[in-house]
């Protein structure tokens, strides 16, 4: 009895069906920055165009928005407790931790590029929806967390710059209105809202910059600390502190979607490689920017409270009084000084926040809606419980460091979840095709996913070894944990197992019917 074919091709013409229905994407064409002219268009379809810094500045943007995940209050906490605890000696930390950065950060720019989807879209159409849901719940939570630490930073700054005037509750509802700039900024074009992110940039670099002037560390033992690896049994929390917080899940998604914003030729592999090699030369020039900026902090604080009694007690919630209590006024108190690099960390890093939510709303969920309705619903999900948190903290302030704990906590849990996707969706020929990355780049992202892994795995189990008391708690977070680690082993499964069984199965299946590989569904 031979097949029919009208019933052959019914999973082919259902797939085609879903293939038409309008997707939403990260940029409208419309919006997009044309790099390439149509006169420029003639070299075949694999040869690389000749470097252009008038093209690499049309391609500057994407990679500075993304090096603001960064330099959020975050980074800035973990920055200045590890220079009062630990002096110079995590500089080399620093700098590779913010390697390791990089390097992930292009395997996502690599992903969109390649795509012309961003890491989100890319999830839910990869995973089956039991699992993409969950890595969407994951990725909200991860998004929350973060967004909580940076609205509360803005708010203290807001605080510090009104003179105490404004609560910290008060300053969360006008951080709140920042998605109005963002949306106000859409509108005049990605160019005007690349420009504000550098601006705010700059005012970081400045006032950071002003404070290391006034504080005058030690050049040498800078140096040392960037270029000789060092570390003790004191040191281990702060050295975790610092790896664990420069890599961002939800920065992970924003720069696969981000680097979309310019039109790309994807047809011609000579065009999609120019964009790549332009996409990597800014994000690194970006990291390095965002690397100096998290020196500054760090040797300020280092040369301020190292080895000092208040050492221990320094966070992001007192250290502009630290800070004036040791250097002074000067022309411009430095606790100002401290107020306004630490309002531009924090405004610029929960805008950027706003904007990654979107992209994982829309990827995850295909919702196509006005801008101005999912940023709302994207604030509205991180500024609620911040205002909760900061009205129950504002007159708790001793407890901010606790939070703060928790919040990184939430965020290290999400880490597999945006890591381990990418890898396996940038190693995977059937969707980068000749873009796939090799053997020898495979092998290093994998060992520094599972590097950072593994370092929040022991930021993990020494914050629960702490925190975890009673044997019905421990019970529960044993259960928690061993489906946490299950859905991490499925998703490296997926990635090795499933690819070999859908080739073997396209196998068997093309010797059975000659040619059935047409009509299988991935």
Same mark, same amino acid.
């Given at each position: 009895?031979?097949?029919?074919?009208?019933?052959?091709?019914?999973?082919?013409?259902?797939?085609?069906?879903?293939?038409?229905?309008?997707?939403?994407?990260?940029?409208?064409?419309?919006?997009?920055?044309?790099?390439?002219?149509?006169?420029?268009?003639?070299?075949?379809?694999?040869?690389?165009?000749?470097?252009?810094?008038?093209?690499?500045?049309?391609?500057?943007?994407?990679?500075?928005?993304?090096?603001?995940?960064?330099?959020?209050?975050?980074?800035?906490?973990?920055?200045?407790?590890?220079?009062?605890?630990?002096?110079?000696?995590? $500089? #080399?930390?620093?700098?590779?931790? @913010? +390697?390791?950065?990089?390097? *992930?950060? !292009?395997?996502?720019?690599?992903? &969109? %590029?390649?795509?012309?989807?961003?890491?989100?879209?890319?999830?839910?159409?990869?995973?089956?929806?039991?699992?993409?849901?969950?890595?969407?719940?994951?990725?909200?939570?991860?998004?929350?967390?973060?967004?909580?630490?940076?609205?509360?930073?803005?708010?203290?700054?807001?605080?510090?710059?009104?003179?105490?005037?404004?609560? $910290? #509750?008060?300053?969360?509802?006008? @951080? +709140?209105?920042?998605?109005? *700039?963002? !949306?106000?900024?859409?509108?005049? &074009? %990605?160019?005007?809202?690349?420009?504000?992110?550098?601006?705010?940039?700059?005012?970081?670099?400045?006032?950071?910059?002003?404070?290391?002037?006034?504080?005058?560390?030690?050049?040498?033992?800078?140096?040392?600390?960037?270029?000789?690896?060092?570390?003790?049994?004191?040191?281990?929390?702060?050295?975790?502190?610092?790896?664990?917080?420069?890599?961002?899940?939800?920065?992970?998604?924003?720069?696969?979607?981000?680097?979309?914003?310019?039109?790309?030729?994807?047809?011609?592999?000579?065009?999609?490689?120019?964009?790549?090699?332009?996409?990597?030369?800014?994000?690194?020039?970006?990291?390095?920017?965002?690397?100096?900026?998290?020196?500054?902090?760090?040797?300020?604080?280092?040369?301020?409270?190292?080895?000092?009694?208040?050492?221990?007690?320094?966070?992001?919630?007192?250290?502009?009084?630290?800070?004036?209590?040791?250097?002074?006024?000067?022309?411009?108190?430095?606790?100002?000084?401290?107020?306004?690099?630490?309002?531009?960390?924090?405004?610029?890093?929960?805008?950027?926040?706003?904007?990654?939510?979107?992209?994982?709303?829309?990827?995850?969920?295909?919702?196509?809606?006005?801008?101005?309705?999912?940023?709302?619903?994207?604030?509205?999900?991180?500024?609620?419980?911040?205002?909760?948190?900061?009205?129950?903290?504002?007159?708790?302030?001793?407890?901010?460091?606790?939070?703060?704990?928790?919040?990184?906590?939430?965020?290290?849990?999400?880490?597999?979840?945006?890591?381990?996707?990418?890898?396996?969706?940038?190693?995977?020929?059937?969707?980068?095709?000749?873009?796939?990355?090799?053997?020898?780049?495979?092998?290093?992202?994998?060992?520094?996913?599972?590097?950072?892994?593994?370092?929040?795995?022991?930021?993990?189990?020494?914050?629960?070894?702490?925190?975890?008391?009673?044997?019905?708690?421990?019970?529960?977070?044993?259960?928690?944990?061993?489906?946490?680690?299950?859905?991490?082993?499925?998703?490296?499964?997926?990635?090795?197992?499933?690819?070999?069984?859908?080739?073997?199965?396209?196998?068997?299946?093309?010797?059975?019917?000659?040619?059935?590989?047409?009509?299988?569904?991935?």
């Amino acid at each position: 009895m031979y097949p029919n074919p009208h019933e052959q091709s019914q999973p082919l013409l259902l797939k085609e069906r879903e293939d038409e229905k309008p997707r939403e994407t990260a940029y409208e064409s419309s919006e997009k920055i044309v790099v390439v002219g149509i006169d420029e268009l003639e070299n075949g379809g694999t040869e690389v165009p000749p470097f252009s810094l008038k093209k690499l500045w049309l391609f500057t943007g994407p990679g500075f928005l993304m090096s603001i995940g960064f330099l959020d209050p975050g980074n800035i906490e973990g920055d200045l407790q590890a220079g009062a605890i630990a002096g110079y000696s995590l $500089l #080399w930390l620093l700098m590779w931790a @913010t +390697a390791m950065g990089l390097l *992930i950060q !292009l395997l996502s720019a690599r992903l &969109g %590029v390649a795509t012309g989807k961003h890491l989100a879209e890319l999830c839910r159409e990869e995973y089956p929806r039991w699992a993409r849901n969950l890595l969407w719940v994951m990725a909200e939570f991860a998004l929350i967390g973060s967004d909580i630490q940076e609205v509360i930073g803005s708010a203290i700054a807001i605080r510090i710059l009104s003179n105490g005037v404004i609560p $910290l #509750w008060g300053g969360v509802v006008i @951080t +709140a209105l920042d998605c109005f *700039i963002l !949306l106000f900024l859409e509108n005049y &074009g %990605v160019r005007s809202l690349e420009a504000f992110f550098a601006v705010l940039i700059g005012i970081m670099a400045l006032a950071f910059a002003w404070m290391f002037g006034e504080a005058k560390p030690s050049g040498e033992e800078l140096l040392v600390g960037i270029l000789v690896p060092k570390i003790s049994s004191r040191t281990i929390q702060q050295a975790v502190g610092v790896v664990g917080c420069l890599i961002m899940p939800h920065n992970v998604f924003l720069h696969s979607a981000l680097v979309q914003s310019r039109k790309v030729d994807r047809t011609n592999k000579g065009r999609v490689q120019e964009a790549l090699n332009y996409y990597s030369i800014e994000s690194t020039l970006a990291l390095i920017v965002s690397f100096g900026i998290n020196i500054l902090v760090t040797s300020v604080f280092a040369k301020g409270f190292y080895g000092s009694e208040m050492a221990n007690n320094i966070g992001l919630e007192n250290a502009g009084q630290y800070l004036q209590q040791t250097y002074g006024g000067g022309v411009l108190p430095i606790l100002y000084i401290w107020g306004i690099g630490l309002l531009a960390a924090g405004q610029s890093s929960t805008i950027t926040g706003t904007y990654a939510g979107q992209f994982i709303m829309g990827g995850f969920l295909n919702l196509r809606m006005k801008k101005w309705m999912r940023a709302l619903i994207t604030r509205s999900s991180a500024i609620v419980p911040t205002m909760i948190v900061a009205l129950w903290f504002d007159t708790r302030e001793d407890s901010l460091d606790v939070l703060n704990e928790w919040l990184n906590v939430l965020q290290s849990v999400q880490i597999p979840f945006a890591l381990i996707p990418l890898l396996c969706l940038v190693s995977k020929e059937q969707i980068m095709g000749t873009f796939k990355i090799g053997t020898v780049l495979k092998v290093i992202s994998w060992c520094v996913a599972a590097l950072v892994t593994v370092i929040n795995g022991y930021l993990l189990l020494e914050f629960f070894s702490s925190e975890v008391n009673g044997m019905i708690v421990g019970a529960i977070v044993c259960v928690v944990t061993a489906a946490y680690v299950a859905f991490i082993v499925y998703l490296i499964l997926r990635a090795t197992t499933f690819s070999a069984i859908l080739g073997l199965t396209k196998a068997n299946s093309a010797t059975a019917k000659g040619d059935a590989s047409t009509w299988i569904v991935e």
